[in-house]
């Protein structure tokens, strides 16, 4: 059984919204690890997005998103979610949700043993 499920991704233009969920399977919680979002394009390696700690106090992101993209949690749902404002053709990739081994956000994909499957963005220009 995958552990997270992804949704929410998409074919969108330049400067458009989307908003991407990941929610954990039936009968899991992840309320006390630190949940984050990667990305890889195509032919390119993995890239830490987005982190939030434990009790989403406290965030982290990629340069290239701060300020355009917001990562939030729902503990009663077990649901992650990534707000993408204002969003650029160089966003386009497969993007995944994980969850990982530490409370506190990490960036590094091998401390996030709980992947989901990843879902498609596309912008177009």
């Known amino acids: 059984q995958v552990p997270l499920v992804e949704s929410g991704g998409g074919l969108v233009e330049a400067g458009d919204s989307l908003t991407l969920s990941c929610a954990a399977a039936?009968?899991?919680?992840?309320?006390?690890?630190?949940m984050a979002w990667f990305r890889q394009a195509v032919g390119k390696e993995r890239e830490f997005v987005a982190g939030?700690?434990?009790?989403?106090?406290?965030?982290d992101y990629v340069d290239s998103v701060k300020g355009r993209f917001t990562i939030s949690r729902d503990k009663a749902k077990n649901t992650v979610y990534l707000q993408m404002n204002s969003l650029k053709p160089e966003d386009t990739a497969v993007y995944s949700c994980?969850?990982?081994?530490?409370?506190?956000?990490?960036?590094?994909?091998?401390?996030?043993?709980?992947w989901g499957q990843g879902t498609q963005v596309t912008v177009s220009s």
């Open positions: 939030i700690n434990w009790s989403g106090t406290a965030k």
């Open positions: 039936a009968g899991r919680t992840f309320s006390g690890n630190a």
């Open positions: 994980a969850a990982g081994r530490y409370s506190n956000v990490v960036r590094q994909p091998r401390d996030y043993p709980y």
